[in-house]
């Protein structure tokens, strides 16, 4: 009698998220405005029922929205959005309901929403017509390019601006595309992480539902096995393109880009900890000051100080290193 109880209140839940995620859809598709709102807000069902079902609910609800979609709009667009519930929904789901740290959540979700962006962007290449994603983005990036200098040009275009708008026209390039173009996909599925992540927890704190806590960013440190990681990452891309396969460059590329940003966000870290703890300043002061360091020629220093603090662990936040015993 539970189990057939529990399960008319699972298929009642998944009907009525279906519903709301079939209503988001639609207005994310056919409401411009509320385009980006739309995808934030998207995987929050999924999410919830996830929370109080089970993996086999979810997929339920998330296939049969997307079915319904896909009769009332179009197949195509319908598809990107069952690939942002399968990736973010389900993933942010799982992580929210076992109780998963920060750090994992975000590795997870940075991977699946890195594999949503990728997916995403085989279909677009699709129905334009391209060879390949490479050429398909080169495209798209050196056309709006030369519109913005068209737009720009009438109304006193300067040098510098000139030069930067040059600048990416350069990197748009499919050499340097094809480059960077995996750190561009993980950097992507990064950003799209953080913003999920944080509207999640937000609506989810007003709905009262249990979250794991975020820690101060002064508590932010990059282990020595996440390092090693980074480091093995970027061997392997070195010994790829040493054998001349042209993915070896990417993965090198993607690898030291993923290392000076790490090291750079546990150098930042470090300077706010001994900023705030060391030294007493208020929360408001560390933060200007960080601001203005960083944004300088300075940032380089903060990349030092980060893997200084990784070798050395000044923070002793490292639960990984070997303590030695109190007597």
Avoid: W
């Amino acid at each position: 009698m539970q189990n057939r109880s529990y399960s008319t209140k699972s298929v009642v839940e998944a009907g009525l998220i279906s519903t709301l995620i079939v209503v988001i859809m639609l207005a994310n598709l056919y409401v411009p405005v509320l385009a980006v709102v739309g995808k934030l807000i998207l995987p929050i069902p999924v999410i919830i029922l996830y929370i109080r079902h089970n993996l086999k609910v979810t997929l339920a609800a998330v296939v049969v929205s997307s079915i319904i979609v896909a009769m009332l709009s179009d197949p195509i667009q319908a598809f990107q959005c069952l690939i942002i519930l399968g990736t973010v929904g389900v993933t942010l789901g799982y992580c929210i309901k076992h109780k998963k740290s920060n750090s994992l959540t975000l590795i997870m979700l940075t991977m699946m929403s890195a594999i949503g962006i990728t997916i995403s962007f085989v279909i677009l290449v699709h129905l334009a017509g391209q060879q390949g994603i490479i050429d398909f983005l080169s495209n798209q990036l050196q056309q709006s390019v030369s519109m913005t200098k068209q737009m720009y040009a009438g109304m006193g275009l300067t040098k510098e601006q000139s030069a930067v708008l040059d600048s990416i026209y350069e990197f748009a390039k499919p050499d340097n595309l094809t480059k960077n173009f995996l750190l561009i996909i993980i950097l992507s599925g990064f950003m799209s992480a953080c913003l999920n992540y944080y509207v999640t927890r937000v609506i989810l704190k007003k709905l009262k539902y249990d979250t794991v806590e975020v820690k101060p960013f002064t508590n932010f440190y990059i282990n020595s096995k996440m390092a090693a990681i980074v480091a093995i990452f970027i061997l392997i891309g070195v010994l790829l393109t040493k054998n001349n396969m042209s993915i070896g460059s990417s993965i090198t590329t993607a690898g030291y880009g993923i290392l000076q940003i790490i090291l750079l966000l546990n150098g930042a870290a470090f300077v706010l900890y001994y900023l705030r703890n060391k030294f007493n300043m208020s929360k408001l002061i560390s933060n200007l000051i960080l601001i203005f360091t960083i944004f300088s020629p300075l940032l380089v220093v903060f990349i030092y100080l980060g893997l200084i603090d990784i070798l050395l662990d000044f923070r002793k936040l490292d639960p990984n290193r070997r303590r030695p015993k109190e007597k």
